[in-house]
Every structure is written in C-alpha cells, then in structure tokens.
C-alpha cells in the first residue's frame, strides 16, 4: 500500500509499505494493506513503517493519521527518523520548553484570566522534545 508521510514543512516519506503502525487515540494501531477505513488522531511517539529496505522508526509529536484499504497518509505535526535526531539538542530544547511553561504558568497566575496563550505551545514544544529524547534513547541503548 501507498504510505505518505507529511509534515508542515516537508513531505517525510512517500512510497508502498508492507505496513505502517503508530500509537493513535484510541491505541496502538498497525495497518496493512486491505485495512478497513480509520480516521485517527496521532499520539507523540513512535510511527513505523516496513518495506522492501526494512523497518523504518520516526518520531512524532502528533497530527492525523488516515487509513484506507490502499493507502495510509499521515500529517504529522513533525516527524523525524530516529538515527537523524541530535540528543544533545532535543535536551536542549527540552530545557528551553520547560522554563517557557514555567514563566508562562507564572504569567497566567498573574493575569485577570488566569490563562496565558504561551502554556499550549510550551507544552507542545515540551511533549515534541521529550518524545525525541525517549525514541533517541531508547535507540542508542539497543
């Protein structure tokens, strides 16, 4: 079947896949082709696919996934192939992530509203850069 995996800023994969499997709203799922049709959310994490060059690991933070007996489309809110992530810089930006919700917390303490438009994308940019670093690490220990 047809996987195409895309991002807002480029397209990641596109080409036949034997399977393609990623952790959805409601689970785990592994998708073959003749699947029935699914519409899901993705859950960060681990998104894999099998060809004729193997298995295939990325990392994802999130986005859609679309299942048809044919073909399965991604859109992912970013994804990366687990050997190009730079550990060193997703702890980096972890770090980054995690003082921007903190000031972002205090800011909405302070404000009439109690909320503070920072908190979602700090928490995004928190969630994407601990994804990379549990995938990276659990590369380089197997």
Request: no cysteine; charged share 30%.
């Amino acid at each position: 079947m047809r996987l195409r995996i895309v991002t807002p800023d480029k397209v990641v994969f596109d080409g036949q896949v034997d399977a393609v499997g990623a952790m959805g709203s409601e689970g785990a799922f592994t998708a073959l082709p003749g699947h029935v049709p699914f519409l899901t959310d993705l859950n960060p994490g681990l998104l894999w696919f099998r060809n004729s060059d193997g298995v295939k690991d990325l990392a994802v933070s999130g986005g859609f996934a679309e299942v048809l007996p044919n073909k399965t489309s991604i859109l992912a809110d970013s994804a990366e192939y687990l050997e190009e992530i730079d550990l060193v810089r997703a702890e980096k930006a972890l770090k980054r992530a995690e003082e921007r919700l903190r000031m972002a917390k205090a800011e909405a303490r302070l404000a009439e509203n109690g909320q503070a438009p920072d908190i979602s994308r700090a928490t995004l940019s928190m969630t994407r850069a601990s994804t990379r670093i549990k995938l990276a690490t659990r590369r380089i220990r197997h």
